[in-house]
């Protein structure tokens, strides 16, 4: 029988994504891919998959999922402030399993994966990568055009996770050292496209007034609620152009709504400014209810921004240290272990929180 | 109006050509984008990502891992300067379109009532336009098709549907589109396509017209429609049928 997990209780909104769909924008096709570029890359270090490989893993949003494993076994990197617990066999009570780090599951092991705490996602990735299709060069789901990841869709229950490996490659679990730093402070964001659509008051408004995330947060995109910002005479609209990720697009209503992997191609409302690429994965982070201010940078300041993250994230995934194997708990680690993850679930929320 | 490099953050820029839909403008978004293009064949341009051309823009999507803007822009002005001589890659394809049936004519009535001319006339001018591809977005494989017969240029219905079928020929303002999907739109529904705009049983050959493709439409029966219809849910059609030249 071929490997995969089994979901036997799906999460709240789970998907196969990757790094994202490139080189289809011209024809309509959305990106899609991991709202957390961070996460996704640290969750492929630690179960043991290469950058260039793009492997896919689940994204997991508030609530993660129980999968029951049906493979001799089967790493899997577990990142991100997620609970989780291993259920050994049918009715044995759950043993906790601490995140940011790898760990080798057995057939009829289930991984029950609950909230997420302080952040919108966490990643489960496993070694090899989620083995489904590849569509327009990407595993990543696109949900409302029903393509990619698993039929194009979120998990439900009784789906099965395509495993590219019969059993786990022999080699230490691995972990990182600290949890990454997103960052804190305002969302650093380049005025433009249409600088020009605002008036002066209009982009003070927007850097200096404070903004909460909305219910309307998902995949495609966040309102914030918050001020209004006010149009120059070139008014809200505009013929539609297309939208580059992190694009704050501002209709007639005045409130700013940030676009993210899901978001269209092109559009007709004219944008006030881009989140620089280093600050998207924490913006795709934010939970509704959750308040951030907006500071304008250049383009240069926001690639340096950029390059500066990635070698931060290189030395992360360099810096990934071997992690105790399942098997010999020992309880005054598991104890420390555990003081130590809830200490990482207040770091996170404080970040987040702003 | 001069072009301009607008900021997108750092992972794009917008080249922009104008403000407004015309030709002229949407001739020069494609001639950068062919330009880009073969550039990049040619193992230039390290870093370009893809560019994505709309009406009036071309937008550059770029690595900053690998790149920078200030090394891009001047190479992309240099293509500007003889970007006008390259023409872009343009197949001339024509789709099958059924106008004759109240399903698929929903607002054929009310576009002849409007514009004041018969119903047989709209279809006309409907089939005696050649149009453009401007633009594919707003969905998957949604082409924006510029070239409608001036006579039929009308507003967006005041309120829009909350289902428009798939394969729904519609008209609004200057332009004519084809709905990939079932979803919810404002257009005047003329007629209907057997021809999926969007079909994922082609793979990374889903979508069936790219930017800058010449269209036009041939009028077929309703029994045709149902024969070509049948056809396509065996298998997908292969774009090659439809395609009269390719450059």
Redesign the interface.
Known sequence: MSARLVVERPGLFDTVQDRGR?????????TAGAMDRIALALANAVAGNTPDANAAALEMSVLGPTLLVEADSVRVGLVGPIEASLIASEGAAPKPLPSDRSHTLTRGQRLKLGGIGGVSTAYLAVEGGIDVPV???SRSTYTR?A?GGLEGRKLKEGDALPLPRETASARAELALAAPFDYGSGPIR???????DHFTEAGHATFTGSEYVVSKEADRMGIRFEGPKIEHSALGPD??????????IQVPAAGLPIALLADR????GYS?IA?????DLPRTCRLLPGMRVRFTAIT??E??S???EQ?RRLAAAIAGLKPARPEGGIDMKALYEENLIDGVVLCVHVRYHAN | MSTRF?????????V?FG???APDINARVMAL?GAIAAEREAGRLTGV???????????V?YD??ST???ALQPAIEALLVGGQAITARSRRLTLPCCYDDAEFALDLADVAQRTGISQERVIELHLASEFRVY????????PYLAGLAKPLHLPRRASPRVRVPARSVAIATEMSVVY??ESPGGWHLLGRTPVSM?D?RR??G??TL??GDTVRFRRISRAEYDALSAEAERAPFDVERFVEASP
Do not use: N, W, Y
């Open positions: 490139v080189g289809f924008q011209e024809l309509g096709m959305p569509f327009m060069g055009a393509l964001v380049v005025p433009g496209p249409q600088a505009i013929v539609s152009d297309g939208i580059a990720p992190g694009a269209q191609t092109a559009g944008k881009t989140i620089a690429s280093a383009v240069a926001a690639e921004l950029r390059r990635e | 607008l900021d997108c953050g750092d992972t794009a820029f917008s922009e403000s407004t839909i984008h990502v893809e560019t994505v051309p709309s009406m009036r823009a071309l937008l999507f900053p891992l920078t803007r200030a633009m594919v977005g707003f969905m998957p494989g949604l990939p999907f969007f994922t793979g990374a889903a979508t790219a930017p």
